[in-house]
């Protein structure tokens, strides 16, 4: 069965410093992977994904994340976090076993950036 | 482009009772999704379709019944409401997902309290 984890349910850091959101995965073919991010009470936004090619991917709003085969990760990262980005973010994985009809969701981390 | 649009915000319910939540989209998106969102659970599916006239089961369709007769909308009903449908439901919506590369777009939401 395909599975997303989120290991952390929440993560600090200080406004400045690096960000990285960590996720894994379990599939049974090739993933296509996404990243999405809730701010409170709105629904989800599009950050990235990955679908072949480049393992590092670049996205919205300075974000990137790293397709790692072997470890089956996708870790999110931003080289300088903001205040701005506390929020909730989510990883997915879309299940090409049903043609890529249902995306699996990860239970999400908590980004919390002090300034 | 209004986007993804979902109606009522809020609803309270009481056991038994039925209702609709409404959601449309105005991108001529083939594919739409239901999802509802419960604390360190992630999103989980619940049916979704891939066009007028098609819909399949997700993850946790038990409870709910959906149809689409038009590209735009897509309502999603609760025949009688139980307490374990108290959530906050995600309408998405995307191009087509053959091969499942495409994002999703959500709408922002309806909390549902079901007393």
């Known amino acids: 069965a395909q599975s997303v984890a989120q290991p952390e349910d929440q993560v600090n850091v200080a406004e400045g410093n690096p960000l990285t959101v960590k996720c894994t995965y379990s599939?049974?073919?090739?993933?296509?992977l996404f990243w999405y991010v809730q701010y409170p009470n709105r629904g989800l936004q599009f950050l990235l994904k990955y679908i072949t090619g480049d393992n590092l991917v670049k996205g919205s709003y300075g974000f990137e994340a790293e397709f790692n085969k072997s470890q089956t990760s996708f870790h999110l990262k931003k080289p300088s976090a903001l205040v701005s980005d506390s929020a909730l973010y989510f990883c997915?994985?879309?299940?090409?076993?049903?043609?890529?009809?249902?995306?699996?969701f990860g239970a999400g981390t908590r980004l919390f950036v002090k300034a | 482009n209004a986007g993804v649009t979902q109606t009522p915000k809020f609803q309270v319910l009481k056991t038994g009772q039925s209702m609709t939540l409404q959601c449309a989209q105005d991108m001529n998106h083939e594919y739409m999704s239901w999802y509802r969102q419960d604390p360190g659970m992630g999103l989980r599916l619940i049916h979704y379709s891939v066009g007028a006239g098609i819909t399949d089961q997700g993850e946790v369709p038990n409870g709910y019944n959906v149809s689409r007769s038009t590209t735009e909308d897509f309502p999603l009903r609760l025949l009688s409401a139980a307490p374990s449908q108290t959530s906050v439901y995600f309408c998405a919506s995307s191009y087509s997902t053959v091969a499942g590369a495409n994002e999703q777009f959500f709408g922002p939401g309806t909390r549902l309290t079901v007393l």
């Open positions: 997915a994985v879309r299940d090409i076993n049903t043609g890529g009809f249902k995306t699996i």
């Open positions: 599939v049974s073919g090739n993933p296509y």
